[in-house]
């Protein structure tokens, strides 16, 4: 169990995906380019995913999906990932935590 103020760190954003690649040497990793609203990342902040079994890269383009920002950056394969993207699972299956309807990107999530 976690306290409310606990929760109350985790900044959870609306994000838009510009970019989706598979990445030599993974068969789980993608690596996404996803708009959080952010200037400082023009291109998209970079994030990898372990969702390559269940999307193609190209299935992502302009998917509006969940962000955790503020997680510490993480190296894996070599590359950063700065966030991550929220999905639910079972058995295997993979299923991206979506908005119902469009939403500006870098909004928050209450």
Aim: aromatic fraction near 2%.
């Amino acid at each position: 169990m976690i306290t409310i103020d606990e929760f109350q760190k985790v900044e959870l954003k609306i994000g838009r995906i510009l970019k989706a690649e598979n990445i030599e040497g993974s068969e789980k990793l993608l690596k996404l380019n996803v708009d959080l609203g952010e200037p400082e990342y023009p291109e998209g902040r970079q994030i990898l995913s372990g969702i390559a079994k269940q999307y193609k890269p190209e299935d992502l383009i302009d998917k509006q999906i969940v962000v955790v920002s503020n997680l510490e950056p993480r190296t894996m394969m070599g590359m950063e990932s700065r966030g991550m993207i929220l999905a639910a699972g079972d058995d295997g299956q993979i299923s991206l935590i979506i908005p119902d309807k469009e939403i500006k990107s870098g909004s928050s999530v209450k």
